[in-house]
């Protein structure tokens, strides 16, 4: 599984305390999908469905949105 998705940000994003969850933890984004970057939304849901060795794009990187596979991974890749 992977996917496409477009940054548009150039620069670091400064965390404090008021990003923690009620669990005391920060939970950064890693699939690229959240809407709340870079903390993750639970937009990575989407992505639980994704099958080894594809590429998707999500249209304008929304988790609600279409899906396309754009790819397949090289085993080099992978
Ligand atoms: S890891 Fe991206 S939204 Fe959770």
Redesign the pocket.
Known sequence: MAREVTHEENGPAKLDESDMGDDGMI?V??????DSKPL?????NATADEEDGVIYKYVNDDADGERREIGELDEADE
Do not use: E, K
Request: glycine content about 16%; charged content about 10%.
């Open positions: 939970y984004c890693q699939c690229g999908l959240s993750c939304d639970g937009s990575h």
